[in-house]
């Protein structure tokens, strides 16, 4: 089955950019999918195929991809961007794939 | 805009069948789209169950697939996900979406806002 690896945590200052990462083999040929959730509430979209967002997200938020690692960067970062986010894929093998998520704190 | 609610019993016997159906307001099943389930351990990630289109195409992932029946009702626009035979295991968050894969980006635009089920005696 296909695996997603991704940081457990990240920290950033009011202001500075965050990268989370997302790893799996050769995920540079497959789509990513980000969404972030924060407590108690259900996850949301925030990057599609690659790098595409929703209309109602900030252009803050941006993806990008390699050959082995895709990357959600959150540039200008409020309080409010502190939640989980997570990356997803679909494989041939596992269908859709969820990473195992991010916790990102703004210090 | 899109609306997405579950509805459904909070508690489950172990060995029993879980139950849960989605409510979707704001747009027609039939009109495209794949519609999925997707559920969230307290505290751990999520893990995408199973995703079925209003004309019948059906896609599970592979390690609940046994145990998974999906179902779409056009004529109410609601979907349903039955898990049989549940355990502790199962308890979680079961969250409701649409899903993109007929476009070919398998991805979940809209979500509901989950429901808990709790599988204990």
């Known amino acids: 089955s296909y695996v997603l690896t991704q940081p457990p945590s990240v920290s950033v200052a009011p202001g500075q950019t965050a990268s989370i990462t997302c790893g799996g083999d050769n995920i540079g040929s497959k789509n990513v999918h980000w969404y972030q959730q924060k407590p108690g509430q259900a996850p949301v979209l925030v990057v599609y195929d690659d790098s595409d967002r929703p209309s109602e997200i900030p252009e803050r938020f941006s993806g990008s991809t390699s050959r082995s690692t895709a990357t959600l960067t959150i540039s200008r970062v409020e309080a409010g961007d502190e939640a989980d986010y997570y990356c997803q894929v679909w494989d041939s093998s596992s269908d859709v794939v969820f990473g195992g998520g991010t916790k990102l704190t703004v210090l | 805009q899109v609306h997405l609610q579950e509805s459904g019993p909070g508690l489950v016997k172990p060995s029993e069948t879980l139950s849960l159906t989605c409510a979707v307001s704001g747009y027609s099943i039939s009109s495209g789209y794949y519609w999925g389930w997707i559920r969230q351990p307290p505290g751990k990630g999520l893990e995408w169950i199973g995703s079925?289109?209003?004309?019948?195409?059906?896609y599970h992932n592979p390690s609940l697939k046994s145990r998974v029946t999906i179902s779409v009702d056009t004529s109410t626009n609601r979907f349903s996900l039955k898990v049989s035979s549940v355990t502790a295991a199962d308890t979680a968050f079961y969250y409701c979406?649409?899903?993109?894969?007929?476009?070919?980006?398998?991805?979940?635009?809209?979500w509901g806002q989950g429901t808990l089920v709790t599988v204990s005696s």
């Open positions: 979406a649409r899903d993109a894969r007929h476009t070919g980006s398998y991805y979940f635009g809209r």
């Open positions: 079925m289109s209003h004309s019948g195409g059906t």
